[in-house]
């Protein structure tokens, strides 16, 4: 199969760095264009990608000439690991200019045709780009993957949701360093402490489920209208963000139902057979004291939630824990998800 | 004034350093008898205690004899460090033979003429001991201070209760190592990571505050009713815990309502001026990523609790941070404190 | 090809659960017997284990029964990870009753007709073989690898010996929390903190490279004459031991040399090709600050020694640093290296 | 007695706060001006400080306007924490306009009739300030302490050279993270890693304490002349640098002599009392495995050395390990101990 060739912007970042680890030898995609900032631009990769992987510089990427973010690439789909402070602009640009736009960043997640897309979640969201085509004049359009710390959630959330109506979450977040990027976080923030704020982070935690879990009515998403509180916190770890979680549900629910409903959860990305999908979305532990990050975070590459400690709420209904790993299903191997499925559906 | 002699039940361990560091120059009491297992007796403490604090071994200390924990002391008042494998049955000897003690160990809590005391939220648990005396026919009783996260919960929960009568709390920790004692934790549990799960210690902190916040009629606590949700985690700080909380009020609040009454809490502590209390037992803090453990454990000796980020919550009332040092405030210095007012009571 | 059946002494414990981790789908060998303390026995691997690596327990492993170690196992080939408390005795057990005995343990090494071996540095002392089975009058015997930092700095010296006759070093090493087995070092001994002291680490360190780099006289070896400072550390990290070299030559030296050597460096498991063996044994970084333990401890596979900052020393001859897996290449991966040179001589 | 009105240049920074904390209360020095970028000026300090110290700050300084960094403080003695990017011009403005400048910066260190200056160390090179108001044509002039690193190595290094006569030294440290300021160190550097480099500083280290130990002649200091290498390490410790060392001697050594030199030094801070002299500059420490940071770096307050494990060197003649704790006796407290001597002395 001949693959599509693929365009990273912010591809020295951290976000770009993760596009480039995953799509190596992908069997959809081929990296053709890595767009940076000017610094960057004319020079090969491998010279200005200050890489922290613990994995190798991809060969197929080392030797690619950088170049800026300019919707002229050949390839005609991108992923957009950008900054925020620029994400907004560019990306409307090469939407504008015809390209698929797959992007990490915040900044058009909650514009109203844009999908916000979890491809087990909410599939039906895909029905927006048409109407986004409409407004860019073209084949151009953005579909967006929420924050890091939403995606654990929602992906809970949407089968308890299904089976028992969710009305209220109280979650509480242990964020892992790498959610900050690089530099990031500062050590002395980091050793010997827990710093119990992320700026902007609840808002988006607050917020983007119930776009995840509305539902597309002609243009646009009618949102959830159950009720998070998210408490935001940094702790000391590299990548994996636990989140504990107090649910209120419409129905009465027994933990073994719960259990039941989160193991047998499947969706589309599973059915298609998707190349990044792994086979259980959620991977249910039964030690009392797991989800841990340093051993957890990995199970099926890090692209499922991996949920703990299922256990009867004295407030609420169900408390629970779960971990996501932040950098791959929490952001570059959700956009790649999200590609794939527009891939399979003929969209891109 | 003359000093009251007091002894130390399991004076090597790291509750028992605590006490001993706390007691150097302490204006009520003075450390004469050092109780430890069979293993230390007979020997001076600088040669049997591996000491961990950053502070000088005491010199009263250093060359004190240690004894066993037989009920047989020169002083008739004795802190309890014991770990909670033994603390049952030694306190109880102590206190059937007629000494006062005084104890952070989690075995007698619940025992219905118990006072599980804090100085600030409820004192007239006092009364509880002249039933016990009755019960040990004699002068001797035990009185216990709470789990280390259950300190800061009721701590808060005090003056909010009074206030506006609280309903429902949910709570999320983020606990310190030095909770586990020493050597406790293994570092491949903390560097890197956290384990979401503390043997007990859920059960601890939704049934201790009910007491806590209960109301003695004759012999015994009508506990609060109030319903607690507690996930405890482990994570990677030395001192001081960290802990969310959204809470559920009866009367409807504001952050303001909330803010000053928290900022306006004193207790009988306070008003009697006892050594150990803080001028402000809760100190609230305004920047947005504050309290953190390394930079606000300390304060006022670490015996206030630090809240921060009170804001509205979208699920209950109120969501907001607390900061406890489980070590002092959540452990020795609790204790130390309890008996600052027994003796400002005249009841040691 | 048929795979020769091997059995593992201490299973459960952390490198003998490398063990089983690094021959899941080994070509050689098979794992057919878990061996461990009568606690475990008589029940199967997955229930006794206390799994704690980041990969899923090998399915062939999961439901072995695991046994005592004793010297009856149907695999006449047995790895030990065992204590060194228990080594001792057990090994030579074995070793008399006709098994191979391929050991990370201690208590053997310095045994005069035992090899201490790396398949790179000392291949000639497998001659050894022969004057140990006499001894234990059968087929039985030891053969051991060296300890954890022992393993980076023995493969470093070997080929610069060979090139410039090594005649000083004073080595210091930052290593692994993994290098004290689970639970190991205290959390408190870890975070925020150095602990400069490894219990009869410096005695092992600066002894065993003088039996690796020495030569097979008969039933013996003469060991290599030059002198080491060994400074051992502990520090806070998970696994990776690095260990900073000022190195002093007979001959004089230039960094081009030196890395040069230590580029072109390749042993006997390289000419073999056997299957554990690193292409390059020895791996040189170019950047300043490389290598950290977290970007390149997994280089090929854990089994190359990484070095970097090669620089002329204003004392000695050379400075250098070098960074070593210290549970793979520095144990059970040096093992299974071992028993893979034994297997392509014929031995087992 | 009246204090001597003195002002901190780079106020706001890492080294500026440490400045304000260890001068609130001194008995020789009263903060009256603090100054730092324009971005600053013109406000209250307390409103532009980040404050990240665990004390609070302090009350005399929160108030006070912060001024930019000219020369004319009212304050005729400044101390500087001034990033060595603006330290060069800076300081030497000031020195020129006549003030006397206590410095932390590194611009100046080597400036041949700039005192590098430890009180315990070479108070002699205190007569260079004279050549120093020649050149800058007034009562102005400059003194400065050294690298953190240094400071330690130089403080062990003076008694043993007096006593023994260092030839050869080979350090290797694991530095603190607050060594590189805020935010300094990024956590994804820090946490589970070492990294084996620090930009600048082994050339700092190899060099400081030639001119320390040297000799005033004249006009300048005649630097020792023995060796050093130095291997500078970043490790996850948030104070206080640990440095082993190997030492060669001129004489045959035991380590009897060696501990009882160390243990017996006292240098003029002492005989003086200077307020922030320790009364031991170097403790001993017995303990097989100390010092360690967390448990040994505010020993006497952070201003004295702590050295431990004092044993024979293979290679060199004696090997032991070093704490300093940086902030402090390697940065601010080294300062303030400068301007206390030469307050003593009449200087200032």
Redesign the interface.
């Known amino acids: 199969m001949k693959r599509i060739p693929v365009g990273i912007l912010g591809a020295t970042g951290a976000v770009g760095q993760r596009f480039v680890q995953l799509l190596e030898n992908h069997s959809y995609f081929e990296i053709t264009d890595l767009c940076a900032s000017e610094r960057s631009a004319g020079k090969s990769y491998k010279d200005v990608v200050l890489w922290?992987l613990?994995?190798k510089l991809p060969a197929n990427a080392a030797n690619l000439e950088v170049k800026t973010c300019e919707a002229n690439t050949g390839a005609k789909v991108v992923f957009s690991g950008l900054d925020s402070t620029v994400a907004g602009e560019i990306e409307e640009n090469f939407a504008r200019a015809g390209y698929a736009v797959i992007s990490n960043s915040k900044n058009h997640r909650m514009d109203s045709d844009v999908p916000l897309l979890i491809g087990e979640v909410n599939p039906d969201q895909i029905k927006l780009i048409e109407f986004q085509k409409k407004r860019f004049g073209g084949d151009g359009f953005i579909v967006t993957n929420p924050n890091c710390t939403t995606v654990g959630l929602a992906m809970v959330l949407k089968p308890l949701d299904e089976a028992f109506g969710v009305e209220?979450?109280?979650m509480?977040s242990?964020q892992a360093?790498?959610g900050a990027g690089?530099?990031?976080?500062?050590?002395?923030?980091?050793?010997?402490?827990?710093?119990?704020?992320i700026?902007d982070e609840e808002e988006k935690v607050?917020v983007e489920p119930l776009k995840l879990l509305g539902k597309v009515y002609g243009n646009e998403v009618k949102f959830a209208s159950f009720?998070?509180?998210a408490?935001c916190?940094r702790?000391?770890?590299?990548d994996g963000h636990?989140e504990?979680l107090?649910i209120?549900f419409k129905k009465r629910v027994t933990t073994t139902q719960v259990t039941r409903v989160l193991k047998n959860f499947r969706g589309l990305p599973q059915k298609l057979g998707l190349p990044s999908a792994p086979k259980e979305p959620i991977v249910v532990v039964e030690e009392?004291?797991?989800?841990?990050?340093?051993?957890?975070?990995?199970i099926n590459g890090g692209m499922s939630i991996i949920v703990?400690?299922i256990r009867e709420?004295?407030?609420?209904d169900i408390?629970l824990?779960l971990l996501v790993h932040n950098t791959i299903r929490g952001a570059a191997g959700a956009a790649i998800l999200n590609a794939e499925l527009l891939k399979a559906r003929g969209i891109i």
Do not use: C, F, W
Not at 182 to 197: H, K, M, Q, R, W
């Open positions: 922290r613990p994995t209220r979450v109280v509480t242990m360093l790498s690089y530099p990031g976080v500062s050590a002395l923030d980091a050793v010997d402490n827990v710093v119990p704020y700026e607050e009720k998070i509180d408490h916190n702790v000391s770890v590299r636990t504990t107090s209120g009392a004291n797991r989800p841990q990050p340093v051993l957890d975070r990995d703990g400690r709420s004295n407030v609420l408390n824990v």
